[in-house]
């Protein structure tokens, strides 16, 4: 399968490393708008340099691609992939709103090209050894999850599209809270049924740079998600509560059991974690053309986007918001 990655910013050196270690696959495009910035992703590789994905995909050279955009450009992106006949993982958020990822699904349905969505937590080492430990039934039912994450959200911290309502969608809830509902829906085993969330716009922001985010599922797994900017004490941990267990899972602590006064590793900290699970991500792309079930459902991706925004208008109203058994907002 040749790939056309299109964006070379910063998360593109773990995409083409995937590239280039999985047999079948190959790296034979890269785009981005600043030409420089796709120059030098595709240093050591044998990849074409475009600077127009429709010029990229008009040329024959690529079979999938992975979009690896700011957010509001992976829908008109992702629709002249699937109309090229292009296979394509795009990285999270699938979309910045609910309608524009199901355009996105009904594009890639109606030109009969597989469609996979970049949600990382999926596919990291520590993260997939919690879901083993749960599916064992060692520990009982998940009762509830804590979620904490540390991010930057001050001036300059990152690209400047982040800080846009239009192009990024939100801001640390939909960039960073997006990976804690990813994580925290799919270990809870559940959808969400009830949304209650604050959000704190910092640092002048037009998008917030904070927020909190409360959540019961419906299997009655509770979840809190606190995404915090520039603490002192950077983290990135979850608490999983279970009947007869806690598990804790932390990519710097590992994966860590304790039951009935006893702790054991179920994972240990290990700093290829991160390539190995974006291999293993566009490992599931081929899986996925060759006529598998991707390992995020389509489902789950777009749930993700509809959760946020339950979450910024939870936050703007000062209210909970419902969701009836089939998803959409009650
Ligand atoms: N999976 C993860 O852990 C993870 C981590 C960081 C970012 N992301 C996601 O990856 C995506 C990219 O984020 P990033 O941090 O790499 O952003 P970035 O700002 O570092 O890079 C984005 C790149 O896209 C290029 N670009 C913009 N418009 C384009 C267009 N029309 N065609 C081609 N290229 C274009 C820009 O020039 C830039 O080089 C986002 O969806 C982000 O949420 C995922």
Not at 34 to 59: I, P, S, W, Y
Not at 189 to 207: C, H, I, K, P, Q
Request: proline share 4%; with cysteine; net charge negative.
């Amino acid at each position: 399968m040749r790939i056309g990655l299109i964006g070379a910013g910063a998360v593109a050196p773990f995409h083409i490393t995937a590239a280039s270690v999985l047999d079948g696959i190959e790296l034979t495009a890269v785009c981005d708008i600043d030409e420089q910035a796709a120059r030098r992703a595709t240093a050591g590789t044998r990849a074409a340099v475009f600077t127009d994905h429709r010029r990229m995909l008009d040329a024959g050279v690529v079979d999938a691609v992975i979009v690896n955009t700011p957010h509001a450009l992976h829908l008109p992106i992702a629709e002249d992939a699937a109309s090229a006949g292009a296979h394509m993982l795009v990285e999270k958020p699938m979309a910045t709103s609910v309608a524009d990822c199901d355009r996105m699904i009904a594009a890639c349905r109606t030109a009969g090209v597989a469609l996979t969505v970049g949600h990382i937590q999926h596919f990291l080492p520590e993260k997939v050894a919690a879901a083993r430990v749960i599916a064992s039934g060692e520990l009982g039912e998940v009762r509830l999850i804590r979620d904490n994450r540390s991010t930057d959200y001050r001036p300059g911290s990152r690209s400047a599209w982040f800080f846009s309502p239009e192009i990024a969608g939100g801001g640390a809830l939909i960039n960073i809270g997006g990976h804690c509902l990813d994580r925290s829906l799919w270990l809870g085993g559940g959808r969400a049924v009830e949304m209650l969330a604050d959000t704190a716009n910092r640092f002048g922001s037009l998008v917030e740079t904070d927020g909190n985010m409360q959540l019961r599922l419906d299997n009655g797994v509770g979840v809190t998600i606190s995404v915090i900017s520039d603490p002192a004490t950077r983290g990135d941990s979850m608490t999983i509560v279970c009947e007869r267990g806690v598990i804790e899972v932390d990519p710097h602590r590992g994966t860590v059991v304790h039951a009935d006064g006893r702790s054991r590793i179920e994972h240990a900290v290990d700093p290829a974690g991160i390539q190995q699970a974006f291999t293993a991500q566009l490992a599931d792309l081929a899986a996925v053309v060759a006529g598998g079930a991707p390992t995020v459902p389509l489902a789950h991706a777009r749930h993700v986007v509809e959760l946020v925004h339950a979450a910024y208008r939870s936050a703007a109203d000062g209210a909970s918001v419902s969701f009836s058994r089939a998803g959409a907002i009650a």
